[in-house]
């Protein structure tokens, strides 16, 4: 099955600054992958995704990038701001029903 | 709209017991998942059903769970002779068929088995 790694486990930014989180994946067939934001004790919810006829997506300060040739892609944050803090996990499928999901990042925006 | 929701938000439980975790769907969204997310751990798949039948019960890890979606909505996740590893949040999700990608998730039941 699919594997997911995602690094680095915590991140400290100021505010302003920007936030870079990667994850890998080892199935190449996986072709759809989303990033989810959970703030504690909240449901994870979805913020942006790509799939894999594409190499970058933006959402205003959010983007995330795709190298389906290394397997692997990131979420960059830019002008990170206080209510960014929270959990982020990346994910892959290959079908729509099953997600794997990587280990999560605590990302900390310091004012 | 509403969004998932699941009922209880939390619940104790004795090792050994039987337990019942309810998940409500989103109006329309024909595709229900179960996954299950342990402390510092991304969510783990479990069970995905399309309509009333399970599609993808890989997920689950014994067959002390099992789980029902007997008219194509709410689903209910069962664990028996519950063990103290059961101990997570069990998160539940759903998509449409037209943005099968898309799932939005409820906010969980925490269980704790004592």
């Known amino acids: 099955g699919e594997n997911v790694e995602q690094h680095p486990s915590t991140l400290s930014v100021q505010e302003g600054d920007s936030a870079v989180i990667k994850c890998t994946y080892s199935?190449?067939?996986?072709?759809?992958f989303p990033w989810y934001k959970q703030e504690l004790g909240k449901r994870p919810q979805l913020i942006i995704d790509?799939?894999?006829?594409?190499g970058e997506k933006k959402d205003q300060r959010i983007a995330v990038t795709l190298n389906k040739t290394a397997k692997h892609f990131s979420l960059h944050i830019t002008e990170t701001q206080p209510e960014d803090s929270a959990v982020y996990f990346c994910?892959?499928?290959?079908?729509?029903?099953?997600?794997?999901f990587g280990t999560g990042t605590s990302l900390t925006v310091i004012p | 709209g509403a969004g998932v929701s699941q009922t209880p938000s939390n619940k104790v439980t004795e090792k050994g017991k039987y337990v019942e975790l309810r998940c409500d769907p989103i109006?329309?969204?024909?595709?229900l998942y179960w996954y299950r997310q342990s402390l510092g751990q991304g969510p783990e798949f479990l069970i995905y059903?399309?309509?009333?039948?399970?599609?993808?019960d890989s997920g689950l890890p014994n067959d002390r769970f099992f789980a029902v979606r007997p008219e194509g909505s709410v689903s209910t996740l069962k664990i028996q002779r519950t063990e103290r590893g059961d101990s997570a949040v069990y998160l539940c999700a759903s998509s449409h068929r037209d943005s099968p990608y898309e799932q939005y998730f409820g906010p969980g039941t925490r269980l704790t088995v004592t």
């Open positions: 790509i799939r894999s006829n594409v």
């Open positions: 109006s329309g969204h024909t595709a």
């Open positions: 994910a892959a499928t290959r079908e729509s029903n099953q997600f794997y």
């Open positions: 059903f399309q309509g009333t039948g399970a599609a993808d």
């Open positions: 199935d190449s067939a996986s072709n759809y």
